[in-house]
T-cell receptor
């Protein structure tokens, strides 16, 4: 069973616009992570937000976490063509000691 | 260089054959994971291990087996019992489940 579900499944925007992706999860967590995957490659870690944090920034990335709604969002500002990739959220399902991923959002940045 | 290495990059399996995918890390991580990814889909957890000589089934363990005899190595065997093994397989490691995971570049398995 998937712990996280991303929304939308696919997103296409123009270069320079902001991209927002959402993630919902089912059980309590210790933290939530976002990863990026270029086609046919392994995943790369972007950012980790702990359950007691509400917002975190890293460069052009902004992540929010609402534990009452069991949801998170990833905002990429001033998008670039190189941001084209799939983005996944992952949770550690508190107590389960395993990392579970959602279905991902396929982001396309049009030049 | 520290990292996690999967081999081979491409693997072809005949019907009824067992094949083993290699995953090695030199990051001194305790936790290791195997995921399966089908085209356009997310990652599904096959097996995971938090410590040497111990591992647990994930969501889709049927038809797969693993071992964790060394901290650095977590090989995955795709057995003949796995009826639809064609997929992209990803191995990852982390200090614990609560920390950043590092991924290998994946093995693409095809049944011929």
């Amino acid at each position: 069973s998937q712990q996280g579900e991303e929304d939308p499944q696919a997103l296409s925007i123009q270069e320079g616009e902001n991209a927002t992706m959402n993630c919902s999860y089912k059980t309590s967590i210790n933290n939530l992570q976002w990863y990026r995957q270029n086609s046919g490659r392994g995943l790369v870690h972007l950012i980790l937000i702990r359950s007691n944090e509400r917002e975190k920034h890293s460069g052009r990335l902004r992540v929010t976490l609402d534990t009452s709604k069991k949801s998170s969002s990833l905002l990429i500002t001033a998008s670039r063509a190189a941001d084209t990739a799939s983005y996944f959220c992952a949770t550690d399902a508190a107590g389960a000691q395993k990392l579970v991923f959602g279905q991902g959002t396929r982001l396309t940045i049009n030049p | 260089d520290g990292g996690i290495t999967q081999s081979p990059k491409y693997l072809f399996r005949k019907e009824g054959q067992n094949v083993t995918l290699s995953c090695e890390q030199n990051l001194n991580h305790d936790a290791m994971y195997w995921y399966r990814q089908d085209p356009g889909q997310g990652l599904r957890l096959i097996y995971y291990s938090q410590i040497v000589n111990d591992f647990q089934k994930g969501d889709i363990a049927e038809g797969y087996s693993v071992s964790r005899e060394k901290k650095e190595s977590f090989p995955l065997t795709v057995t003949s019992a796995q009826k639809n093994p064609t997929a992209f397989y990803l191995c990852a490691s982390s200090i614990t489940a609560n920390t950043e995971a590092f991924f290998g570049q994946g093995t693409r398995l095809t049944v011929v």
